[in-house]
């Protein structure tokens, strides 16, 4: 099915966006000069992006995602390690990347207190899309943690991944790697705590507690504009 308008011209504007973003940042000058080059109409641009630059990087980052799940789907992942197919699924999205500087100048923008909720939805959106890929099927406290111990590990490799001028980015992979391998290290400490029959009496309650937590409900995933998903 082909895009809709909506998604046609938004791409327009990032497209033209991400001529200036290396000079201007995600600007009100980005934006108008997107407009300007785009052929887009100044009104039609506003109700698309209402914030403006800040809405295309949004975008830019969701463009990434989706060539990320785009590759995922085609690979062949069968015979890897679970951990090796997690660090496979984060080199893709990062190399799904098409402009260092877009995402340098991206950081800096969600850096910003009324723009950090923006930003760590989205590194949290694509490390759901992750789990998602890879068939993770918890719906428990694990399906938080799981989420948020890899945002941690995204976000510490693409801050990384930023300042490597490696062949190849081959640093930023081996980093990537020790993260990776940090998180497996704990998951081995908690199902030793599990196994033992006295730290297992000792967070009884606690564990009680975290069994009562389920992940939210599924919806089908939908960017269009009024869409709206209402508290569990």
């Not at 497209?15 to 000069?33: K, Q, R, Y």
């Not at 402009?99 to 723009?115: C, H, M, N, S, W």
């Not at 199902?191 to 069994?211: E, H, M, T, Y």
Request: with cysteine; net charge negative; charged share 25%.
């Amino acid at each position: 099915m082909p895009d809709a308008p909506y998604d046609q011209v938004k791409d327009q504007l990032l497209d033209a966006a991400l001529l200036h973003v290396p000079f201007d940042g995600w600007t009100e000058a980005t934006f108008m000069a997107a407009i300007a080059e785009s052929g887009v109409e100044t009104g039609l641009a506003r109700s698309i992006c209402p914030r403006g630059a800040v809405d295309l990087a949004v975008a830019f980052h969701k463009r990434g995602d989706d060539a990320m799940v785009k590759r995922l789907k085609a690979a062949d992942l069968g015979e890897m390690r679970f951990r090796d197919k997690i660090a496979t699924a984060v080199r893709y999205r990062i190399e799904a990347i098409e402009d260092k500087e877009a995402v340098r100048r991206g950081t800096t923008l969600f850096a910003l207190p009324q723009y950090a909720g923006d930003g760590a939805k989205l590194i949290w959106g694509t490390c759901d899309l992750i789990w998602d890929m890879l068939g993770d099927t918890s719906d428990d406290i694990n399906w938080y943690t799981k989420r948020a111990t890899l945002s941690g590990v995204y976000g510490s490799t693409v801050l990384y991944w930023l300042g490597d001028d490696s062949v190849d980015h081959q640093s930023t992979w081996d980093f990537l790697d020790r993260r990776i391998g940090d998180v497996m290290q704990f998951e081995k400490i908690k199902a030793q705590i599990n196994d033992n029959p006295l730290l297992k009496r000792v967070f009884a309650g606690p564990n009680w507690v975290l069994s009562k937590v389920k992940a939210p409900s599924r919806m089908p995933r939908v960017d269009l504009p009024g869409s709206w998903t209402g508290p569990n």
